[in-house]
């Protein structure tokens, strides 16, 4: 199964940005959809942003506008740019396929202060 490690989370104040990385374990041109979910404490993960094979992008109304999802097909790694960060974004940031696999890998603490 593939493995995704997610890097690039941080402490930030709110209005800030951070672009967060996440690198598959084999070439994510094989994998049909791929989506950003994040987890804040005692809540289930949660949907964000997704981008399919063919680049298509959707996101979850409570990040539009904010959030950019890209892909580099060559460095097998999806990118997640995160602007404006608002308190409520604070979270543990991972990839995962969509629908997502019972398996999450590494993900990327994300906080924002107030």
């Known amino acids: 199964q593939v493995h995704f490690e997610g890097s690039g989370g941080g402490l930030v104040q709110v209005g800030g940005s951070l672009r967060l990385s996440c690198e598959a374990s084999r070439p994510i041109l094989s994998i049909p959809e791929i989506g950003w979910y994040r987890q804040a404490p005692g809540k289930q993960h949660e949907l964000v942003a997704q981008i399919s094979r063919g680049g298509t992008i959707r996101y979850a109304d409570s990040v539009k506008g904010r959030f950019a999802i890209s892909k580099d097909n060559a460095k097998s790694t999806v990118y997640l740019q995160m602007d404006n960060l608002k308190p409520e974004d604070t979270a543990v940031y991972y990839c995962?396929?969509?629908?997502?696999?019972?398996?999450w890998g590494q993900g990327t603490q994300v906080t924002v202060s107030s």
């Open positions: 995962n396929k969509v629908p997502s696999m019972d398996y």
